[in-house]
């Protein structure tokens, strides 16, 4: 190869005494070993792991996670109304034949504690038509609907061996009421215990009539026991400017009683009538709203009779 073929290399002084030679470069390097890579994580790295290290994070993503996947899943699954439609019909399929079952079944409603009427007016109010489930009964509706009725005070509702047993405690009347345009009967506290269109059947109960005399029934009683040997002659009680009794007997005599004491007021009628046979004069109301004296009021003849008489006695006494 000449000269002119050789490729140029390039010329660089080298002070042997400075400087490696290629020789030792190439030594040098193959003994040398290779740099490591940094240690240390990337910030996003070191954040992850921070993450996970904590305890509610952890638990979110090894139990929520799979969790709100399921539920996910499932809620999509029963979004559709087909498959709404298919479950609900499923369930009702399912409680029908429960409630169908033999065990289940009543066949009849027994009503103790009553009347005839009372018992009546029981099945009215809850008709029902036997057999019927017990599961579709709702015992304490059953109640509230016959302590609705008038008569019945209290009531009490079992299911004992395929039977409705209907026990209640019947209100026992003890007044005769007369509203504006109707009869009620009231019992001793004053509560509604039934309707009359006449009183043919309770004409041995004493009548009240006036605006609020059902509400004070209790002092109506207490004012015909205190009546002693008049309770054979009331007619009735009428309640007055809902603040006061009148005492109405036969023969078309009122005893007006006061607002306060009026069972005292009467115990003093009585007496005099014991003493003197007040009523059994010519007499139409005798006046106890004063509290201190009674005072009468005498028919139109005896009015007369005592005006002749003191006529009379202003005659002699001129003469």
């Known amino acids: 190869m000449s000269a002119i073929d050789m490729p140029r290399q390039r010329l660089v002084y080298r002070d042997p005494d400075t400087q490696p030679s290629y020789m030792d470069r190439t030594e040098r390097s193959a003994h040398q070993p290779a740099a490591r890579p940094d240690p240390s994580p990337s910030r996003i790295k070191y954040r992850l792991e921070r993450i996970w290290l904590t305890p509610l994070y952890r638990s979110l993503i090894r139990t929520g996670l799979p969790i709100a996947i399921v539920v996910g899943l499932v809620a999509n699954h029963f979004s559709d109304p087909e498959v709404q439609a298919r479950l609900a019909q499923s369930v009702t399929n399912a409680r029908t034949m429960i409630e169908n079952r033999p065990e289940f079944a009543v066949n009849l409603m027994q009503v103790q504690g009553g009347s005839a009427v009372v018992s009546k007016q029981v099945r009215e109010a809850i008709p029902m038509v036997f057999p019927v489930s017990s599961l579709q009964l709702d015992l304490a509706a059953l109640k509230e609907k016959i302590e609705a009725i008038d008569a019945v005070k209290s009531a009490d509702v079992f299911l004992r061996g395929g039977v409705l047993d209907v026990e209640i405690v019947e209100r026992v009347p003890a007044l005769v009421w007369r509203g504006a345009d109707h009869l009620e009967l009231v019992d001793s506290f004053g509560a509604r215990a039934g309707v009359l269109e006449t009183r043919e059947g309770y004409l041995e109960l004493p009548l009240i009539l006036g605006k609020g005399a059902q509400d004070h029934a209790g002092q109506a009683l207490r004012l015909l026991a205190a009546a002693g040997p008049l309770a054979d002659r009331i007619r009735g009680l009428r309640r007055v400017g809902e603040r ?19 069972v005292a007021a009467l115990e003093r009628v009585v007496a005099l009538q014991r003493a003197r046979d007040l009523l059994g004069r010519d007499v139409t109301v005798v006046d106890m709203r004063d509290g201190r004296r009674p005072v009468l009021r005498l028919t139109a003849a005896a009015v007369e009779e005592l005006h002749r008489l003191r006529a009379i006695a202003d005659g002699e006494s001129e003469t």
């Open 244 to 262: 006061r009794w009148d005492v109405m007997l036969d023969r078309g005599q009122i005893i007006q009683l006061p607002v306060n004491r009026p």
